[in-house]
């Protein structure tokens, strides 16, 4: 391979490659069974654009396991696979051949979950999840450290395996005006002391890694997007879900919706005993909308609940002036996402389309 790709940069067939991989991969903007208007096309390049630059960031910048630093794989503008407005997402290149460290301070932030995992969202490679704490033992001035090791060890241990290639961070708000991220950094133990020059082979296959990161993560979730049932709420298979890196303690539910402008998607339910609750809306590409400017979000802290402890949350494109309303934000059609976590039951909602002006009857 270093041979080879000595060769491809020098030729420079290594950006080349790469440039037309990119390229292919916007077919999936193109497909007959997606949307055919300019709107929503125009999201989908501009998600293919996000998602080029978090590849570069996580196959080139930030590679090499032997010097993990966080990295933000999505936030207010690079989304993925139904993002979670409440959540400050973190994640680190790492390699079941070290032993790494995390060292924090826990501050106010509601939920702070640690995963291991392999693969990622490129065609044909295998992905999964090989470990994960949520429960720390915390120091009397709110610190911790965390061990990831394929060993187990004492204390706040957080497993690894030869495989494992990606550490993900979630730390979830209930009140994100109330609460402060944790205080995180990563280090390999026993690892070398200065990273290596770079290599042409580290670049070539880099560039090829990301290019395959972007067509795979475009296709899975916009199959998952269009796989979901119009106007019908279905759990996704928690197999799937941790398929795709998501967290242990949460059941996913989607539904689709696409709405006239008279129109109004009302989901209802009773929540359940859980740790925390939300639903958001997204996006036909899965991503969450611009959550910076529009309330398209809602948690168990902020909800309006009826007096039977059922809740009714309403997606229109106009304020129905009613609890609990989510903005389209100027979509026309997209998703949503319902998380339990830490739920012992999860019960599926009943949705369905009504015209807006009904909605006080």
């Not at 044909?124 to 450290?145: A, H, I, K, T």
Request: charged letters at 25%.
């Amino acid at each position: 391979m270093s041979d080879d790709s000595s060769d491809r940069i020098l030729d420079g067939r290594a950006w080349t490659d790469f440039c037309r991989a990119l390229e292919a991969a916007g077919q999936v903007v193109l497909r007959d069974s997606g949307p055919a208007d300019a709107f929503d096309r125009a999201e989908g390049y501009r998600y293919l654009s996000r998602l080029t630059r978090v590849a570069l960031e996580t196959f080139i910048e930030t590679a090499d396991p032997a010097f993990p630093t966080f990295r933000r794989p999505s936030h207010e503008t690079v989304k993925i696979g139904a993002d979670n407005p409440d959540n400050y997402y973190q994640a680190a290149t790492i390699s079941g051949e070290y032993e790494y460290v995390i060292r924090g301070k826990r501050n106010t932030i509601y939920y702070l979950g640690l995963g291991t995992y392999y693969g990622n969202y490129a065609k044909g490679v295998e992905r999964g999840q090989s470990g994960y704490l949520d429960s720390f033992e915390v120091g009397p001035d709110d610190r911790f450290e965390v061990t990831l090791s394929c060993d187990e060890r004492p204390g706040n241990w957080l497993p690894i395996e030869p495989r494992s290639d990606l550490l993900i961070v979630r730390q979830s708000f209930q009140d994100r005006s109330a609460e402060q991220t944790a205080d995180l950094e990563i280090e390999c133990v026993g690892g070398p002391s200065t990273p290596d020059p770079i290599t042409p082979a580290f670049v070539d296959v880099g560039l090829q890694a990301a290019a395959a990161y972007v067509a795979g993560t475009a296709n899975l979730f916009t199959d998952w997007s269009e796989s979901f049932a119009r106007h019908d709420m279905q759990r996704l298979d928690p197999a799937v879900a941790a398929a795709a890196h998501g967290d242990p303690n949460i059941a996913y539910l989607y539904s689709s919706w696409e709405l006239e402008p008279d129109e109004a998607f009302v989901i209802e339910v009773t929540p359940p005993a859980c740790e925390y609750w939300n639903l958001q809306v997204n996006n036909h590409w899965m991503e969450s909308l611009d959550y910076r400017w529009h309330r398209i979000a809602l948690n168990h802290h902020e909800a309006v609940l009826e007096a039977d402890g059922s809740v009714r949350i309403v997606v229109a494109h106009e304020d129905p002036g009613v609890p609990n309303w989510l903005e389209t934000a100027g979509h026309r059609r997209g998703n949503v996402c319902l998380r339990w976590v830490g739920a012992k039951e999860h019960p599926v909602p009943a949705v369905r389309v009504v015209k807006r002006a009904g909605l006080h009857a």
